[in-house]
Structure formats: structure tokens, C-alpha cells
């Protein structure tokens, strides 16, 4: 049987990092609704992130992404957010959305363009140093459009060039999360499209790199609990950008599109060990329709959903089921959790912790989001559908 207060207890410790560019405005390529109230600095978004902390209690930190969330003095940007209750999180670095990047960043076939990616992401170390982050996360919108534009091996050679560079300049407790999607904003080839070539790239450069797994940058279909599974074998798995999606890189709300999905993940992650620090659980969603502050508690919260329900599985009667090739009864064990209303269980965990048992009712009660609508007037662009 399962231990209720181990479970109880994993989920207090449990920290989901929630991104910066949440809190903006966003939008598609066709419209950005605006909100009222959004944040226009920096600063008001670590606001709103700490409300997200205040009321669920387990999102402790923000993602930063440069230069979205450009200031003069990332110190004090980190003192700033203590002060308010959080803390900086990982540096997300953007090689996206420069003129000069229209045929890559690091992977681009003039030396003179990869020079200035790189520098950008060592800007990005400089930036860790003085906040104290201790991740690097490193997507590359790099690619081509047509059969025979570049040549994908030279592509991936300089690929893995310019990451040693990075790799080399990281401080001891530093680490850089290579993510990769699959397709967008390039069509014909990516250049770290799979968790393949991230692992590939990773394995080489050594234990400080690592592979970030962002939910909604897959196939249709794709097996991501296996990923998960083989990646935490090889001691490789970094972290999640957590986000769900129908079609494609849609980041809406995690486990709003698939929680039977997301249950399985959190699964694999309860079984691999990866229930550490070292395995980031962050949130990478735009909110383009629905109010941030809100969607974003919501999101923790379907976090905690799933994670109760994989603490929750009955290892032992599983394994059992596993060995009597109980084909049906060790698919009924999986299931009985995840069937499992953990709704009551997360709001004892919550009381315990000192916290409201309804989060989403607490910030409403709370006035926050009338007194930011008051107060903020001309909110900013998260830096998406710009
Ligand atoms: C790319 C991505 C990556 C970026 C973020 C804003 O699609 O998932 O993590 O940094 O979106
Ligand atoms: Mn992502
Ligand atoms: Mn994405």
C-alpha cells in the first residue's frame, strides 16, 4: 500500500517554475487580444508570479527570457523578486527574433551571424552569475525551408560547436537545458528537432548538459512517458516546459488538452527517481484568451493533479502484475490512480501548508487582479505575436 504521508510530503516539496512571458500579453500570429492589468515591466510580472506562489505554495520561482525581460541590473532584479517571495529561475535565451537570424543563429553559414548567437548566449551565463539562476535553457528556432537550402551536417556541426563554446563558460553549478521541437518557425528540417539529437549533443558535451522535454513540441501520437523514461535512465532529463496541446505548439494550460497524458509522464517521472531538483518541472503556456494569473494557477494545480495520481500508483501491486504477466490487472492498478479524485487530498496537503484549500478561490477573494486592472494601465507584450 502507499505510504499517504510520503505522498503527502513529496507534494509539499514539490517547486513547478512559472515562465515570465505567461504573465504578458500574447497572442497568435493573426491577433493579440490585450488584457487589462497585464504587467509592463520585468518586475510586475514577478509580481503577479509571486501572487501564483502565494496562493498554491509550490511555485517558487520564474523564468526569465532575454530579452524579454531585459533590465540594466539582474541583481537586483533577483533581490527584487526575493522580496516579493520567489526567486529567478532559468535563463531562457532568444536567438529568434533578430533580422539577422533569418537563416539560423548557431547554425547559421556565416561565422559572423554564429558569433553573435554565441555571444548572446554567454550574455545569457553572465546574466545566471548575477541572479543566481542555475539553469541555462537553450531552444534554437534554427532550420531550413526547402531540400537543399543548407547542409544539415554542416548545420549540426556548428551546432555542436557553438554549445561547447556555452558548455565551457558554465560555473560549477550551472547547467544548460537543450530543448527541441519537432517543427516551427522552420518547416523543411530542424536542427535539434528530436530528444535524439539533444541527447546526442548533451552526451558529448557532459554532465552539465542536459535535455529540457516542452510537452507540446512533439508529433501527434508521440510516446513523450517513454522519452521521459529513456532520458531519466541515461541520466539525462533536465527538466519539462510543461504547456498541452490539439494541433501543435499550441501552449495552452498543461493538462487541460490530455491529463491522462500528463499523468502517465508524472508517472514515469515517480518511477525513474526523477522526483529531484535536478528534474526542473517548469511551465511554458501562453494565455491568450483566458486571464493569466488565474490559467496559471489552474496549471499548477493540474501539476499537482497529476503528480498525486502517479505518487499515488501502487508500485508493489504493479510490479506484481508486471511479473504474473496480469496483462489487465496491472493496466486496472495504473488506472484505479489515475482514476483516483485527488482534489481532497491537495486541499489537506494545502491546509497543511498554511494555504487557502482553493487557490483559485483565494486569489479572487484576493483583490490582486481588480487592483492591477486599476493600476497597470498599457500592459506589454510577452515578446510572442509581436
Ligand atoms: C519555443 C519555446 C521555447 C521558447 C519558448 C518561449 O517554442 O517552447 O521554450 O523559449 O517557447
Ligand atoms: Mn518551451
Ligand atoms: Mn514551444
Given at each position: 500500500m502507499t505510504e499517504l504521508a510520503a505522498v503527502k510530503s513529496a507534494l509539499k516539496t514539490q517547486a513547478v517554475e512559472t515562465p515570465s512571458w505567461a504573465y504578458g500579453n500574447s497572442g497568435t500570429r493573426f491577433k493579440v487580444f490585450a488584457q487589462q492589468?497585464?504587467?509592463?515591466t520585468p518586475q510586475e510580472k514577478l509580481e503577479d508570479a509571486a501572487k501564483v506562489h502565494e496562493f498554491?505554495?509550490?511555485?517558487?520561482t520564474v523564468a526569465l527570457h532575454i530579452p524579454w525581460d531585459k533590465v540594466d541590473d539582474y541583481a537586483a532584479l533577483g533581490r527584487f523578486a526575493e522580496e516579493h517571495g520567489v526567486r529567478l529561475g532559468a535563463i531562457n535565451s532568444n536567438t529568434?527574433?533578430?533580422?539577422?537570424?533569418?537563416?539560423?543563429?548557431?547554425?547559421?553559414?556565416?561565422a559572423a551571424v554564429r558569433r553573435k548567437a554565441v555571444g548572446h548566449l554567454l550574455e545569457c551565463v553572465d546574466i545566471m552569475d548575477a541572479t543566481g539562476s542555475t539553469d541555462l535553457k537553450l531552444w534554437f528556432a534554427d532550420g531550413t525551408n526547402y531540400p537543399g537550402q543548407d547542409d544539415v551536417r554542416d548545420r549540426q556541426d556548428r551546432l555542436a560547436e557553438a554549445l561547447a563554446e556555452v558548455y565551457e563558460r558554465l560555473g560549477e553549478n550551472q547547467r544548460m537545458l537543450l530543448e527541441y521541437k519537432f517543427f516551427e518557425p522552420a518547416f523543411y528540417t530542424t536542427d535539434v528537432p528530436d530528444w535524439g539529437t539533444a541527447y546526442a549533443h548533451c552526451l558529448k558535451l557532459g554532465p552539465k548538459a542536459q535535455v529540457v522535454v516542452?510537452?507540446?513540441?512533439?508529433?501527434?501520437?508521440?510516446n513523450i512517458e517513454f522519452i521521459v523514461a529513456t532520458l531519466l535512465r541515461e541520466g539525462k532529463l533536465g527538466g519539462f516546459d510543461f504547456n498541452s496541446r490539439?494541433?501543435?505548439?499550441?501552449?495552452?494550460?498543461?493538462?487541460?488538452?490530455d491529463p491522462f497524458q500528463l499523468f502517465r509522464i508524472m508517472y514515469e517521472v515517480v518511477r525513474g527517481g526523477g522526483f529531484t531538483p535536478d528534474v526542473a518541472f517548469m511551465l511554458d503556456q501562453c494565455h491568450n484568451l483566458e486571464a493569466k494569473i488565474p490559467a496559471i494557477i489552474r496549471s499548477v494545480m493540474n501539476v499537482q493533479e497529476a503528480t498525486a495520481k502517479a505518487l499515488l500508483v501502487d508500485q508493489e501491486a504493479l510490479a506484481a502484475a508486471q511479473r504474473g504477466g496480469d496483462v489487465l490487472g496491472a493496466n486496472a492498478v495504473l488506472m484505479d490512480a489515475f482514476n483516483t479524485d485527488v482534489r481532497p487530498l491537495l486541499r489537506e496537503v494545502r491546509e497543511e501548508m498554511g494555504l487557502d484549500p482553493d487557490p483559485l478561490g483565494a486569489y479572487s477573494r484576493s483583490g490582486w487582479g481588480e487592483k492591477i486592472v486599476a493600476e497597470r494601465i498599457g500592459g506589454q507584450q510577452a515578446g510572442w505575436g509581436a
Open positions: 492589468g497585464v504587467p509592463r498554491t505554495g509550490v511555485a517558487p529568434f527574433q533578430d533580422d539577422d537570424y533569418k537563416l539560423g543563429s548557431v547554425c547559421h553559414p556565416d516542452d510537452t507540446g513540441h512533439h508529433a501527434p501520437g508521440t490539439f494541433y501543435a505548439d499550441d501552449d495552452l494550460m498543461v493538462g487541460a488538452a
